[in-house]
């Protein structure tokens, strides 16, 4: 204890320069722990957005991910019926969505434009979308409509094309498993957007019942599961493919795209940042250090010829070093706290990202092992500072360091 007493001691000797040193200590740290606070939460944003947009697994065909469907829903679910009602056994699993991909045509009577349609299940689908879907007008598809044609919604760019709104009648056209043309004619019920322009331009919902008998199939493309935690994807997916042998199983993941790619992206940029301003850290400690052992170098002697070992000697600027780094650690926590809290409340906006046309809110995440490495990294990176600083001092013959000058 005595040690840390001197370390504290010398440290207030000069006190500008020590304050000057715990400032860019603090400095680093905040900017390390509010950049890496805003990467954890973009990461939590696209995985959230990515999750409940596939479904945290995905059951399909065996061939349904690896190759192209010979005619409409030749890869599709026959049993997708019983598969759902025995996932949905498993306390883990909160929804199981049937869903049906297909594609064609779609007119309003003078214009018509390509669409890529999805078959859901009405009754529960537009609950998982969260806010990740914004409805722009009308309402989502009911699980019981009352009027005579089958509902639709659009996506915002397709309707602006077609020209349409909710109650506006318009007809699909697609290709049936038999590989003859179907026509079918709708209402539009809502017009939504996903926040990506090139999806709004092309994405068409319709109850699955209605893109069956479009298609003239019994059949889904794929399950959608979704998981009351996602941390259960890796051992439900175990699970699950465990149980449907004849299955593909993908997670999320293995359809998040985008995540992937931005989080690749940001784990380079932060990851920089981190390194730059450990660096930082380092030549601020390094050279508070070392002024202070030159200007220390006769009372090293002193102490030297006193009886003081090297190690001992060494020690005490490493304690120094160590006061120095905790002082900056913990006034950088104490401002990304701050800088974070101020974010949850100001309700800033960041823009939009490459390729979606809504920003997304900008908050700082508080991750309690973020800040206990970015902490443990700075105070480390003091202490050997130090320590590199003054071995060479201290090894310094005795006579030569008391006739320093």
């Known amino acids: ?46 995985r959230e957005a990515a999750a409940r ?6 059951l399909a065909h065996k061939e ?16 997708f019926a019983a598969a759902k009602q025995a996932l949905l056994q498993d306390d883990r699993v909160r929804a199981v969505l049937p869903r049906l991909h297909f594609s064609g045509l779609i007119s309003n009577g003078d214009k018509s434009s390509v669409f890529i349609g999805t078959g859901v299940d009405a009754a529960t689908e ?9 409805m722009l007008g009308g309402e989502v598809l009911s699980a019981s409509p009352t009027g005579p044609l089958p509902e639709v919604m659009l996506g915002e760019a397709l309707a602006k094309q077609l020209n349409a709104k909710p109650g506006s009648v318009l007809t699909l056209l697609s290709t049936t498993t038999e590989g003859s043309l179907n026509a079918l004619d709708v209402t539009v019920r809502g017009v939504f957007s996903l926040g990506v322009p090139d999806i709004d331009k092309r994405a068409v919902y319709v109850a699955l019942g209605t893109a ?19 941390e259960d994807t890796a051992a439900m997916r175990g699970e699950v493919s ?28 932060f990851g920089l940042l981190g390194a730059i301003m450990v660096v930082i850290v380092l030549f601020a400690v390094s050279n508070t250090m070392a002024m202070a052992v030159v200007e220390r170098t006769r009372e090293i002697g002193t102490l030297r010829a006193l009886g003081t ?5 060494v020690r005490v600027f490493a304690l120094e070093g160590w006061v120095l780094g905790s002082a900056g650690a913990l006034a950088g926590v104490l401002v990304a706290l701050a800088t974070a809290g101020f974010f949850a409340v100001a309700g800033f906006q960041m823009p939009p990202p490459p390729g979606r046309s809504d920003g997304y809110p900008l908050f700082i995440n508080v991750d309690a092992l973020l800040y206990v490495l ?21 090894r310094k013959p005795i006579v030569e360091a008391l006739t320093h000058v």
Do not use: C
């Not at 537009?126 to 914004?134: A, D, E, I, S, Y």
């Open 126 to 134: 537009f609950h998982v979308k969260g806010p990740f879907m914004k």
């Open 212 to 230: 069956q008998k479009l298609l003239v199939t019994d059949r889904a493309s794929l399950l959608a599961i979704y998981l009351t935690r996602t």
């Open 64 to 79: 349904y991910f690896d190759r192209e469907e010979d005619t409409p829903m030749s890869l599709g679910l026959d049993d």
């Open 242 to 269: 465990a149980r449907y042998p004849s299955r593909a199983l993908q997670t999320w993941e293995d359809q998040a795209y985008y995540y992937v790619a931005v989080r690749s992206l940001y784990n380079r940029i």
């Open 1 to 46: 204890m005595k040690w840390l007493l001197f370390a504290f001691r010398n440290v207030g000797r000069n006190r500008r320069r020590a304050l000057i040193t715990v400032l860019i200590t603090a400095v680093g740290t905040a900017a390390i722990l509010i950049g890496g606070g805003f990467a954890l939460y973009t990461y939590e944003s696209l």
């Open 309 to 313: 070992l090297p190690a001992q000697i």
């Open 53 to 58: 947009d596939s479904g945290h697994l995905i």
């Open 374 to 394: 970015a902490a443990v990294a700075v105070i480390g990176v003091s202490t050997v500072a130090a320590w590199l600083m003054s071995r060479k001092a201290a």
